[in-house]
């Protein structure tokens, strides 16, 4: 794996999404089965598009920051409900990948770091 970039942010204003059925299938698609489900469990659609694109974003991340492939990307959580990502690390290209995924009304912001340098958000 290959890190192109020692950070990222990425903002989405998931409030002015409207997808059409179309839409909304590719972009559930992308997430393996079981994260698609839990996305669902939201009775509310505004709460399932934020745990979409979210899920959407953290993966994205994962592949532009350290060159993994989209179906192998290994999202876990922690027992305090962190996402982290569990595949195997280059710990030379990312010695301390770490992510944060703040979702705020109508948007969603995540920050991404493969090096241990504080972001201020």
Known sequence: MTVSAE???????????????????????????????????????DDQKRAVVSQLLQRACIQQLLGEQWSRIDIQRTKGNKPFYAGSLDRQHAPNFNFNVSHEVGAIRSTYRTKRRALIQ
């Open 7 to 45: 950070a990222l942010r990425w903002a989405v204003n998931v409030s002015r999404w409207q997808p059409s059925t179309q839409q909304w299938s590719v972009a559930l698609n992308c997430l393996p089965q079981e994260v698609q489900q839990k996305c669902l469990r939201y009775l509310q659609r």
